[in-house]
């Protein structure tokens, strides 16, 4: 009888602690989600743009296309450049009201 109740214990105290961490991890991946849909809210208001999942890998595209304009400028390569630049400006008019 005493060998079950140590074994009860234990089972109990195991499931204690491991309940502590699935709570603390699930507050932690709360907190992120929170912090990650207020930045994109935040961003999109400010830009005038709409939260959706397409807008907001049309506006990465575009800003790549810039960076990518950037590094032909720095390459001197103006044609290029030129070409990158007004394709990201171009997307970016899309999205940016």
């Given at each position: 009888?005493q060998?079950?109740?140590?074994?009860g214990?234990?089972?109990?105290?195991?499931?204690?602690?491991?309940?502590?961490?699935?709570d603390?991890?699930?507050?932690l991946?709360?907190a992120?989600?929170?912090?990650?849909?207020?930045?994109?809210?935040?961003?999109?208001?400010?830009?005038?743009?709409?939260?959706?999942?397409?807008?907001i890998?049309?506006l990465?595209?575009?800003?790549?296309?810039?960076?990518?304009?950037?590094?032909?400028?720095?390459?001197?390569?103006?044609i290029m450049?030129?070409?990158?630049?007004?394709?990201?400006?171009?997307?970016l008019?899309?999205?940016v009201?």
């Open positions: 009888m060998v079950e109740s140590f074994f214990w234990l089972g109990q105290a195991l499931g204690s602690i491991i309940r502590f961490i699935v603390g991890l699930s507050g991946f709360g992120l989600t929170n912090a990650g849909g207020n930045f994109i809210d935040g961003l999109s208001r400010t830009l005038g743009m709409d939260t959706s999942i397409i807008s890998i049309t990465i595209i575009g800003l790549m296309l810039l960076y990518s304009a950037i590094r032909a400028f720095m390459r001197a390569s103006i450049g030129i070409i990158w630049l007004l394709l990201g400006l171009w997307l008019s899309w999205v009201h």
